[in-house]
C-alpha cells in the first residue's frame, strides 16, 4: 500500500470520478505518493495547510499506472511515483491528516504497527 495526501475539498471533487491525475502528471510528470514508513518524512509539507486533508491508501495491485520507485533527491530512500492517472477502484481507505494541538502530523491508529524508517 503507498500513501498520497491532499485537501478533503480536492478530493471530495475527485472521489466519483473513474481516475484522475492530469493535474498533477502535468505539473511533475508523475504523482508523488510515499511508503507509510516514511510518511512522517513528508507530513511536515501538509502541517501549515489550515484545510481538511485525507491521506489517500493506494493498493498498488490494483492501479493501472505504472509505479516507480525513485530517489530523487539522492537521499537513499526510494519514494512510490505513480507515472499516469489513478483510477479510484485502487483506494483501498481515506482516512484524515491527523494533527496534534501543535499542528504536527500524528499518526493515525491504522498505521500504528509500523515503524517509521
Known amino acids: 500500500m503507498i500513501l498520497h495526501c491532499m485537501t478533503k475539498r480536492k478530493w471530495d471533487k475527485k472521489k466519483n470520478e473513474k481516475e484522475w491525475g492530469q493535474e498533477e502528471l502535468d505539473l511533475g510528470g508523475f504523482i508523488h505518493c510515499s511508503t507509510i514508513e516514511y510518511f512522517w518524512r513528508v507530513a511536515p509539507i501538509f502541517e501549515n495547510i489550515m484545510e481538511p486533508m485525507v491521506i489517500l491508501c493506494i493498493d498498488e495491485e490494483k492501479l493501472l499506472s505504472e509505479v516507480r520507485y525513485e530517489d530523487g533527491d539522492s537521499c537513499g530512500r526510494y519514494y512510490p511515483h505513480i507515472y ?23 499518526k493515525n491508529l491504522e498505521f500504528k504497527s509500523i515503524i517509521d524508517k
Do not use: E, R
Open 84 to 106: 499516469g492517472k489513478i483510477n479510484n477502484d485502487a483506494i483501498l481507505q481515506v482516512l484524515p491528516f491527523l494533527k496534534t494541538s501543535n499542528g504536527k502530523y500524528q
